[in-house]
């Protein structure tokens, strides 16, 4: 852990978060309110570690944690090579937080004018359809991770939001794939990866429209399928 935010302790907990994942908490900075800060849940690690075989809980905590493996993501080359450019589609982190419920991860918070968090891709998808705008959108997002060539995990709707700015920005899943050492030292298998995850962003906006007959997890194997 480096780069400390600020070291005062916020006392987030009375405050309500503003959205909620499967292993963290997002809150606004109550001190900035163009910031918001992640924490892990308490017990999450824990409960992580218990569906994982033996060999991997040989591994430290830090593997386990969501807040030490995004900030990981944001120190590989793509983002420092590419600043301040590459914050068209992500946010910025500027490090720790030490807070009440533990230390959180600062990063770019959005919201529209009327202070409202920008709605998620997949919120507009259901509500709107894959609309020609967002199509162009999703255009521009893929033509950005070739450009600049940064790793993530699975583009997921609900990780993306449609900020005030009309762009969209990668707000979660930024990070390396278990080949990393081989996309770390081969250009090749970095473009290789990345192009799988464009595609695998494109099947699942349009899973997310269709009568979902299928699981994504059938749609997604079928579609590896040679």
């Not at 892990?40 to 992580?48: D, L, P, Q, T, Y």
């Not at 809980?57 to 301040?84: S, T």
Request: contains cysteine; hydrophobic residues 35%; charged residues 30%.
């Amino acid at each position: 852990m480096s780069k400390i935010y600020n070291d005062d302790t916020l006392q987030l907990s009375r405050y309500a978060p503003f959205a909620e994942g499967g292993n963290r908490l997002c809150y606004v900075h109550p001190d900035d309110r163009a910031l918001c800060i992640k924490i892990v849940k308490e017990g999450s690690i824990a409960a992580f570690r218990a569906r994982r075989s033996f060999i991997r809980n040989l591994r430290g905590d830090a593997y386990f944690d969501d807040n030490v493996q995004e900030y990981r993501a944001y120190q590989q080359a793509a983002i420092r090579n590419n600043a301040p450019q590459i914050y068209e589609h992500i946010p910025k982190c500027y490090g720790w937080q030490n807070t009440d419920m533990g230390m959180g991860l600062v990063l770019d918070y959005y919201a529209y004018e009327d202070g409202s968090t920008c709605i998620n891709l997949e919120a507009y998808l259901h509500e709107n359809g894959l609309t020609d705008d967002i199509k162009a959108k999703v255009d521009e997002l893929a033509d950005f991770l070739r450009t600049t060539q940064i790793l993530t995990k699975n583009i997921l709707p609900h990780n993306v939001v449609i900020a005030a700015d009309g762009k969209l920005k990668i707000i979660d899943g930024l990070g390396f794939s278990s080949d990393f050492n081989v996309i770390r030292v081969s250009k090749l298998a970095r473009r290789a990866s990345i192009e799988r995850r464009v595609r695998r962003m494109y099947l699942r906006l349009d899973w997310e429209v269709s009568a979902k007959n299928k699981s994504w997890l059938s749609t997604e194997k079928d579609a590896e399928r040679p």
